[in-house]
């Protein structure tokens, strides 16, 4: 499967900074969420999302994927999210 750049996810610029990068999160986790969003897709695109976040939001990581891309992040335990749970259990700061 392949992956899209997180950035263009978010719609950010690869100069956003971290509050950005949260702001836009925000912005497409409130649009995506299935509880709010009933399109078929809609899950999808929020676990699309925050994982562009987690990616992001993490000077290390975002660092290692600005310079190898998905495939630095392969092998270092980054594989995204399999429920949706993860993703709330991760974000919870977010909303707060």
Known sequence: MHKRDYYAILGLDRSA?????????RQKALEFHPDRNPSHDAEEKFKEASEAYEVLSHPDKRQIYDQWGHAGLEGRGFHG????????????EIFE
């Open 17 to 25: 900074d971290l509050s950005e990068i949260k702001k836009a999160y």
């Open 81 to 92: 999210f399999d429920r949706v749970d993860d993703i709330f259990a991760s974000f919870g």
